[in-house]
Nanobody, 120 residues
Framework: QVQLVESGGGLVQAGGSLRLSCTASRLTATMGWLRQAPGQEREFVAAIRWMDGLTDYADSVKGRFTISRENAKNTVYLQMNSLKPEDTAVYSC????????????????WGQGTQVTVSS
């Protein structure tokens, strides 16, 4: 089992920045961030492979969001810059402990989610 604890959501104006954090209770293979806006399907945002830091981003956030890891703390960060109202959603951290491939779906463990609201 892996427990994931997230923090860092909040309310920000368009163009602003937020940083989300997610700490895992143990080492994982891949960690990612996904988001779900009201009335919409959950969508992939970003992922990072723990062993080498390889990353993947959704086109909608590429160039604005950065995912990174801090090995000693089993923590992943999502730095979100140039935020837009359409980024408003509940952001969830997810993890898997098996497989080497970065993934956009099929995560085994989930955090509780944190609300990000971007006002126009």
């Amino acid at each position: 089992q892996v427990q994931l604890v997230e923090s860092g959501g909040g309310l920000v104006q368009a163009g602003g920045s937020l940083r989300l954090s997610c700490t895992a209770s143990r080492l994982t293979a891949t960690m990612g961030w996904l988001r779900q806006a009201p009335g919409q399907e959950r969508e992939f945002v970003a992922a990072i492979r723990w062993m080498d830091g390889l990353t993947d981003y959704a086109d909608s956030v590429k160039g604005r969001f950065t995912i990174s890891r801090e090995n000693a703390k089993n923590t992943v960060y999502l730095q979100m810059n140039s935020l837009k109202p359409e980024d408003t959603a509940v952001y969830s951290c997810a993890a898997t402990t098996h497989g080497l491939a970065l993934r956009r779906t099929g995560y085994d463990y989930w955090g509780q989610g944190t609300q990000v609201t971007v006002s126009s």
